[in-house]
């Protein structure tokens, strides 16, 4: 059964309403959940939800929380986030830089104690749609396995980039894990097997369970490179936040621990370059219409599939595994 995008946003607005939320907070961390299930990614949508609500009934977030930000220098700043829902906190940030732009150019937010972030393209994009460039990291418990390597050490560690191009702003959102936890989940939850290479079990060989891969590590994508710019992303938040490394981290998987990993975002006010939207527009559009490979399938830039699919479910409506619609209309009951 497929059910209407606005149906599904507001239930979800509602269960973190009835569990503390404010009400201007529950709406946006709900946005974030739909556009993640609109675009395709189902790791970073609604299976999120309950956990969500357990983390708010239990206290370990604060759903009427915006964080404290300080100054730490004229373009620098630092936010404790104090246990605040990660789309309010980081939306919070970018607010506070925006103004300073005009001035300094360039602006960053470092920020610590704050829930999980999401689709980290959603911020992106919001940036670029009103003519900023953004880049905006994130890190997690221990998930990945160094190249070579069979234990967990690394967070997932994804990155975003939003930019200015014309009516669709070019955003790339990647893990520098080959998935993230959040998509073996979704696979656990329809009971679908894994790829091989996408993850090992907790005795260091290649599984198709996502049960089992839950139990072991992630790999690295594009191997030693992937490693080495997830480790450069861990080194770089934890430096600027004060957050904790992956080998400590909690709370963006479990409902009993307090979120103590880290986020970086970077905005850059493009009035400061001498480049111009209309040609990096024209650029991309060059690329889509240069030669392909395969004739079926067009060259694409990062973020056109999630745009398509975005229109096509829309119209369509969100189909939810049937535990997940299960659980969160019990919740909806409780």
Partial sequence: MKISSQRLR???????EARGASRDNAHLQADLLIEAELRGLPSHGLQRLPLLASRLEKGIADGRSYGTVTWCRRSFLSIDGERGLGPVVM????ETLRPILSETGIAIAAIRNANHMGMLAYYAEAAARTGLIAIVMSTSEALVHPFGGTRA???TNPIAIGIPSGDHPFVLDLATSV????KINNHAIRGTPIPSDWAVDANGFPTTDPNAAKLGAIAPFGGAKGYGLGLAIELLVAALAGSHLAPEVRGT???T???????????????????NARSLA??????RLSPASDTEKPVAIPGDG???RRIATETAGIELPQPLLESLLALEAA
């Fill in 10 to 16: 507001r239930l979800a607005a509602t269960l973190l």
């Fill in 153 to 155: 050490l690394l967070g």
């Fill in 306 to 308: 999630a745009r398509r």
């Fill in 282 to 287: 024209a650029y991309l559009d060059d690329l």
């Fill in 253 to 255: 998987l479990d409902d």
């Fill in 179 to 182: 998935v993230s936890m959040g």
């Fill in 91 to 94: 939306m919070r940030a970018m």
């Fill in 257 to 275: 621990h307090a979120a103590n990993k880290g986020d970086l975002l970077i905005l850059i006010d493009t009035a400061s370059g001498h480049g």
